[in-house]
Each structure stands twice: as structure tokens, then as C-alpha cells.
């Protein structure tokens, strides 16, 4: 795909589309053309005739994309995998689609030895989408315009996006989900109950549902909406998580969601031994999602303040110094015990140290910290000279 793609990728950018050309050039001569009137006698009319001619052209100009789309000098390949799963995406013609398929197929077929899965072999519009690890990916077009943007001193209006890549729930899945899972009956929204569940705890019942719808909602963060996709489902099953509690109870589901509600949301108490224990129920306003800035896809996050920064024990490291003997001829070790409460009492010499010090680690030459582990480590004074 390297190759392919060295061979096909051509051009730097899309050659300008004549008619938006046309449009823009037609809407900079009659703004001169009103510049040239400001400030004149019986010149009103004349002015507001030319604001509605050029209010006309751009909405004619915004029907138009500024370059040309079907350019033969520019074209892009690009290849995206995972596992087994990959989709090939390109900028150019249907024909140039169908040539870079078949060569993939021949790759695979002669080249892997392996065997392609037809039914999920397609070539698609981008609009179409493609569903890629459990995602539906496509392009969408923006109709909306910014106001207030300053270009060179005037106040105009300009498009805010031509094409852009979305990520979106597949259409169906969520239905699918819902039927898979006997949460009820998806296109009216009403939920029914699970009998089979009745024999469990309030508890196990509620973080079981917790866990189903908590699992595909974290799987979807990414996607376009999704705690608007997402509500319906939410609600069919909150009702079937409720109507499985009250047919366990033999009451209502007023009964239940009364029982349950909070300030907070819906919370089931368990009271233990010890302490009570708060089980929450999933709610869509608690999924944490990532915004997603274009500028930022595909770079790596900056890490440095994780990498670059030193803490206690690398400064300790660093200093090449034994912390028992104060010998610095290495290497060097660093020991370590599970908690505090192992050196709160002790009578060794490096155990009232760590104590003194609040620390469960201690940088060592590697023959005090052999003796320490043979419990044959002398007292600091065998070290003096």
C-alpha cells in the first residue's frame, strides 16, 4: 500500500472551480462598484440594489465548491487497518477506485494466499459511508455560514466547512441491541421486564443492566451525537431495568422509581457489615466524551510532563549514592516494601531510616542491599573509615 500509494498520490492541491470563480469575481466588482457610490447624492437605491444582487450571488456562489472537485491533477491514497479489517480511501474517480481494488484483490489472492471476503468487499461514495470497527464512517457537507469575518477590512460571510469526515453510529445497531437484549420492542419505545432475572438481587440485577449499557456506550464515545443516538435506547431500557425490579417485587414501577430516585439520579443502597454500598445507575450525562479537533487527529498526545518530569526516587537514582553506606561506586538498586506499617517497629538500622523517612523505598549498592535481603547488613559504623 506504500507503493501504491508513492505511485498514485499526484498533485498539491485542487485547481479552482470557474464557476465559484466567477461568482467570487462578479461580487468583488459590484463591491467596488459600491464603494465607488458611498457617500453620494440619490445613490441609496443604486447601493440596496446592488446589496440584493450580491446577497443573490453568494447564495448562488455557497451551491458551488470552491475547487474543482474532479481535478485529474490531485489524487490521494490513503490505507487505514486493524486486524484483519482495513479500508482503502482515495481522491479520485470511480474507474481509479475499481483499478486499486482489483489490484488488492490480486495482492491478496496470489501474493497472502488468503481468501477475501466478498460480501464485505465494496466501493462506496463517501457520502455512502464505509462501517469500519463497529463505526459508520462518511463525509457530510456544511451549509452553515460564520458571520462577522474580517477579510481584508470588510465585514462578509464565508463557509465554514466544504467536506468533512464524521464517525457515526451504524444505522440499525441500536435496535439490534435492543432486541438481542430483551430490552422491548425499539420503534414505539416500550420496555418490558425480564422474568429469568427475578431469582437475582436488586443489586446484581442493576449493575448487570449497568454493564450492558455502559459497554456499548463507551464502544460509541467517539461517535457523532451519541448521547442523542443513544437516548431512546436509555430510556427503553431504564424501563425494562425498572418493570424487572417491580415484577421481582410484585409492586409498580412508580413504586420502584420512587424507591430509587435521588437529587442524583437513581441510587440502590446495600447495606453491608461495614460500611453501605452505592450502586448508581448508568446515565448517558455521565459518559465522558472526547471533542474531537481535527487539527489534533492521528498526533500523538504530548507526554512529556510524564516522561520528562523526575520524581523522588529517579532524583534519588541519579545521585549515585548508596543511602546506607554512602558508597558511590555502582550499580545501584532500589528497595522496596509493601507498606509502612513493615518498618513502623522495626530495630535494624535501615528499617529505622525508611521509618524516619516516611518512605518505602531505599537506594542501595548492590552488596548492601544482597546483605540486607541475608539479613547480614552491618550498622553504619562498619562502613566509617
Not at 439490534?176 to 431469582?199: P, Q, T, V, W
Not at 409498580?252 to 422509581?257: L, M, P, Q, S
Request: charged share 30%; aromatic share 8%.
Amino acid at each position: 500500500m506504500k507503493t501504491m500509494k508513492e505511485q498514485f498520490d499526484k498533485g498539491v492541491q485542487r485547481k479552482s472551480n470557474r464557476a465559484y470563480k466567477r461568482h467570487s469575481d462578479k461580487i468583488h466588482r459590484l463591491r467596488k462598484k459600491g464603494d465607488r457610490l458611498k457617500g453620494k447624492e440619490n445613490s441609496k437605491e443604486t447601493l440596496q440594489a446592488i446589496q440584493r444582487e450580491i446577497k443573490e450571488t453568494q447564495r448562488q456562489r455557497r451551491r458551488l465548491p470552491s475547487s474543482d472537485p474532479f481535478d485529474e491533477g490531485y489524487k490521494r491514497l490513503s490505507y487505514y487497518r486493524y486486524a484483519d479489517d482495513f479500508v482503502a480511501s482515495i481522491i479520485g474517480s470511480k474507474a481509479d477506485a475499481e483499478r486499486i481494488q482489483q489490484e488488492i484483490k490480486r495482492f491478496i489472492q496470489e501474493t497472502l494466499k488468503l481468501e477475501i471476503a466478498e460480501e464485505k468487499s465494496h466501493i462506496r461514495h463517501s457520502k455512502q459511508g464505509v462501517i469500519f470497527v463497529g463505526y459508520w464512517i462518511k463525509t457530510y457537507s456544511g451549509a452553515r455560514v460564520v458571520k462577522a469575518i474580517i477579510h481584508k477590512g470588510r465585514h462578509t460571510t464565508q463557509k465554514s466547512m466544504s467536506e468533512r469526515i464524521q464517525v457515526q453510529i451504524p444505522p440499525g445497531n441500536l435496535q439490534k441491541f435492543c432486541a438481542e437484549k430483551r430490552y422491548g420492542i425499539y420503534e414505539n419505545g416500550d420496555g418490558r421486564h425480564k422474568a429469568e432475572l427475578s431469582i437475582l438481587s436488586d443489586a446484581e440485577i442493576i449493575l448487570a443492566y449497568n454493564g450492558e449499557l455502559r459497554g456499548l456506550a463507551n464502544y460509541y464515545a467517539l461517535a457523532h451525537s451519541v448521547k442523542g443516538e443513544m437516548n431512546k435506547l436509555a430510556h427503553i431500557w431504564q424501563t425494562s431495568l425498572f418493570k424487572t425490579l417491580a415484577h421481582k417485587h410484585k409492586t409498580h414501577v412508580t413504586t420502584i422509581a420512587k424507591r430509587l430516585k435521588t437529587d442524583n439520579g437513581y441510587v440502590h443502597t446495600v447495606q453491608e457489615k461495614e460500611k453501605t454500598r452505592i450502586i448508581r445507575l448508568f446515565r448517558l450525562k455521565d459518559l465522558k466524551t472526547s471533542p474531537l479537533t481535527y487539527q489534533s487527529i492521528d498526533i500523538p498526545p504530548n507526554t512529556f510532563a510524564l516522561t520528562l518530569s523526575r520524581s523522588e526516587p529517579i532524583r534519588r537514582i541519579n545521585a549515585e549514592q548508596c543511602e546506607y553506606c554512602e558508597t558511590k561506586e555502582g550499580p545501584f538498586q532500589v528497595h522496596h516494601i509493601r507498606k509502612m506499617k513493615d518498618v513502623a517497629d522495626g530495630k535494624e538500622l535501615w528499617q529505622r531510616i525508611m521509618a524516619a523517612r516516611r518512605r518505602k523505598t531505599l537506594v542501595l549498592c548492590v552488596r548492601c542491599h544482597q546483605r540486607l535481603h541475608t539479613g547480614t547488613l552491618p550498622g553504619r559504623s562498619h562502613f566509617k573509615r
